[in-house]
């Protein structure tokens, strides 16, 4: 692959010329039929670049397309219409997550399957495309609507289990900006009674009044004060998932708020049984609880 992605940088000079043309101009696919010239052209384009993907080779110059999506359709429909994976589209037009397209919304397609990396950050999904070798993808810029983007390409990649699963929605980001692990999940002596008890979360110190983030979408369903948690919060998400956050200082988020994955929901404290201001982080799964160990990016971790 080093070979591949070698050769590729030798479009570096042609392609932010192109890309950074207003996406109106880029060429647009109509019927995403045979019957359609531009979408048989972007298809040649693309079977040409797994055929030299596949051989090792650099594929053609990469080409932007875009599409009106005439009617609602989901991202794994409308990717399997254009022959391209999922991630190449998700990437491309800066999709975190996966979901549907309205009609009327310009979606672009690229004639080289991959995956395009922010070169600024902005979701949970990006942080983690930020982390890719560099020197494995190269810039190129571009443009949606007003707006342009530069974005790190990586020709014939796919998504790593990590990032699929955030995208998916299968793991919950990190509670906290950054903090360190304090207490793991099972079996502990509590700093208080040193009594060996069962954490059925973990523990995360931070300095008090640091934001607490909700680890994915939800509905508050408990909130009040512990004697052992303090000031806590309780997280319903899809698919019978629960989060936990306790000994806050002061919860932002109250009983029935729906609340969006990253949105501030309180602050770190020391309420309820606690020798210093730290976070416990619960994660549960039809009322019992998982180590988060696996259910959290390790990249989000500080």
Known sequence: MKRLFAAFA???VVLPALAAQQSSAYPALGSLGRDDFIYAQQQEQLAQSYAAIQSGKAPPELVIYSYTVPASIDIFSLAARFNLPYETIATLNRLDRSRSFLPGEKVLASSVPGVFAPQSP???????????????GYLVTVSSGKEQVKLRFYPGSHFSAEERAVFLGLLFRFPLPSGVLRFGFGKRENSISHRTAYLA???????????????????????????????FLVISHDGSWSTVYGHLSKPLARLNDHVESGMIIGNVGSTGESSGSRLHFEVRGCEEARDPDSL????KRG
């Open 201 to 231: 979360g973990i523990d995360l110190a931070a300095p008090a009044g640091t934001e607490v983030y909700a680890a994915r979408d939800g509905v508050v369903s408990e909130a009040g004060m512990s004697p052992v948690l303090g000031e």
């Open 10 to 12: 030798l479009f570096t």
């Open 122 to 136: 902005g979701s949970d999904l990006d942080l983690l495309l930020s982390y890719r070798d560099q020197q494995e």
């Open 296 to 299: 959290i990016p390790l990249s």
